[in-house]
């Protein structure tokens, strides 16, 4: 019963957490058409977020591995709330980008304590555990995403989320807990690790089609493919999550990447050749899944008692890919959409190699 409980409120934190990057298709269009914000101030907004929920949440992963993460999720959950300010009017650009940071901080701590609520809690299956929870992290938008779209109003949405997180959420965050006597290596003895570096450069390079299209996807669709992918990529994300971390349990993690970026990468060439709606379908469903294998890989290797400090340093590769994916991928497409595509590809060619090296290892070590 207390597994069911910590994952089911896990999964609702994450259900709020998605807003922040499955929703910025939306904010971003609002932000264009009703203040007057350029491509690239979005797209650095953006990146804000990808680097303060990366960085923020590595100080969030040990704070919550020492002392538990009720409090320390507490704080996240107002930072997170406070965050939507940044969308009411009267707002000037530099405060706007200091809400959202001190908002992505929050949202990426709150991240790292609820995926590891069920890394530490089901050893057994994780992948599908840490699926289920960030199967949240795309419905979540999938819920919001019409309700933003029919409001129309940065303003009204502000005020909405505002309300809804800073009650909610911390109500939930008092639902975790992580268990006791864990095993596990330190987060100075796990990172200098080959193995670690290894999943590290992957991961980072694996984020960048998922990224591209949650920061500019507004760039490479329009009119109606736009709509309808707007709706579609954070659903086809959410749902790769359980059932790519389920497959993962069966067959093994690194097999299950292997075949993710695979398919990423065709995903990317379907893109350059313009096919509608294909490649948003397969890069949500096999991108968002990137991430719980890759914390659950973590987990396989590094053991549980350290992993959301683990765990957070690996996600700061998400700056990396956030990098690319959103100030590269927008000043590229800017040029042309193909440009933008072709990136994604590169990105996943070297994220195979990365995990390749990895493979190659593995299998060395039980010879």
Same mark, same amino acid.
């Given at each position: 019963?207390?597994?069911?409980?910590?994952?089911?409120?896990?999964?609702?934190?994450?259900?709020?957490?998605?807003?922040?990057?499955?929703?910025?298709?939306?904010?971003?269009?609002?932000?264009?058409?009703?203040?007057?914000?350029?491509?690239?101030?979005?797209?650095?907004?953006?990146?804000?977020?990808?680097?303060?929920?990366?960085?923020?949440?590595?100080?969030?992963?040990?704070?919550?591995?020492?002392?538990?993460?009720?409090?320390?999720?507490?704080?996240?959950?107002?930072?997170?709330?406070?965050?939507?300010?940044?969308?009411?009017?009267?707002?000037?650009?530099?405060?706007?980008?200091?809400?959202?940071?001190?908002?992505?901080?929050?949202?990426?701590?709150?991240?790292?304590?609820?995926?590891?609520?069920?890394?530490?809690?089901?050893?057994?299956?994780?992948?599908?555990?840490? $699926?289920?929870? +960030?199967?949240?992290? *795309?419905?979540?938008? @999938? =819920? /919001?995403?019409?309700? &933003?779209?029919? !409001?129309? %109003?940065?303003?009204?949405?502000?005020?909405?989320?505002?309300?809804?997180?800073?009650?909610?959420?911390?109500?939930?965050?008092?639902?975790?807990?992580?268990?006791?006597?864990?095993?596990?290596?330190?987060?100075?003895?796990?990172?200098?690790?080959?193995?670690?570096?290894?999943?590290?450069?992957?991961?980072?390079?694996?984020?960048?089609?998922?990224?591209?299209?949650?920061?500019?996807?507004?760039?490479?669709?329009?009119?109606?493919?736009?709509?309808?992918?707007?709706?579609?990529?954070?659903?086809?994300?959410?749902?790769?999550?359980?059932?790519? $971390?389920?497959? +993962?349990?069966?067959? *093994?993690?690194?097999? @299950? =990447? /292997?075949?993710?970026? &695979?398919?990423? !990468?065709? %995903?990317?060439?379907?893109?350059?050749?313009?096919?509608?709606?294909?490649?948003?379908?397969?890069?949500?469903?096999?991108?968002?899944?990137?991430?719980?294998?890759?914390?659950?890989?973590?987990?396989?290797?590094?053991?549980?008692?350290?992993?959301?400090?683990?765990?957070?340093?690996?996600?700061?590769?998400?700056?990396?890919?956030?990098?690319?994916?959103?100030?590269?991928?927008?000043?590229?497409?800017?040029?042309?959409?193909?440009?933008?595509?072709?990136?994604?590809?590169?990105?996943?060619?070297?994220?195979?190699?990365?995990?390749?090296?990895?493979?190659?290892?593995?299998?060395?070590?039980?010879?």
């Amino acid at each position: 019963m207390l597994k069911k409980r910590i994952l089911i409120s896990a999964l609702i934190i994450m259900l709020f957490n998605s807003v922040y990057q499955y929703s910025w298709n939306v904010f971003a269009l609002y932000l264009a058409h009703y203040y007057g914000l350029s491509v690239m101030v979005t797209e650095a907004m953006f990146y804000v977020f990808v680097f303060m929920s990366t960085f923020l949440q590595i100080l969030g992963g040990y704070i919550s591995d020492i002392k538990g993460p009720r409090l320390v999720g507490i704080i996240a959950a107002v930072l997170s709330a406070a965050g939507y300010i940044a969308f009411m009017r009267g707002v000037d650009l530099p405060l706007r980008f200091l809400l959202w940071a001190g908002g992505s901080a929050g949202e990426g701590i709150l991240y790292g304590i609820a995926t590891n609520s069920a890394l530490k809690w089901h050893k057994e299956n994780r992948g599908l555990a840490v $699926g289920i929870v +960030s199967l949240g992290f *795309g419905a979540g938008a @999938t =819920i /919001f995403n019409p309700v &933003f779209l029919g !409001i129309h %109003s940065l303003q009204q949405i502000s005020v909405i989320m505002f309300v809804l997180e800073i009650i909610i959420l911390p109500l939930l965050v008092m639902n975790l807990s992580y268990p006791e006597k864990l095993s596990g290596k330190r987060p100075r003895e796990a990172v200098f690790t080959l193995p670690f570096i290894l999943i590290y450069l992957s991961y980072s390079l694996g984020t960048v089609p998922l990224i591209s299209l949650s920061s500019s996807l507004f760039i490479l669709r329009s009119g109606y493919s736009l709509l309808v992918a707007i709706i579609l990529f954070p659903l086809m994300s959410g749902l790769g999550r359980p059932f790519m $971390g389920r497959f +993962s349990d069966r067959i *093994g993690r690194i097999k @299950t =990447i /292997f075949i993710s970026l &695979f398919i990423l !990468i065709i %995903s990317g060439i379907l893109g350059v050749f313009n096919t509608p709606l294909l490649p948003e379908i397969l890069i949500g469903f096999l991108g968002g899944s990137l991430i719980p294998l890759f914390f659950a890989l973590v987990g396989d290797y590094m053991g549980e008692a350290y992993s959301a400090s683990l765990t957070s340093i690996l996600y700061t590769g998400k700056s990396i890919g956030g990098l690319i994916g959103s100030i590269g991928i927008g000043y590229v497409s800017e040029k042309s959409v193909i440009y933008g595509w072709i990136l994604m590809v590169i990105s996943s060619l070297l994220s195979l190699f990365f995990l390749f090296i990895l493979f190659k290892l593995e299998n060395k070590r039980k010879a």
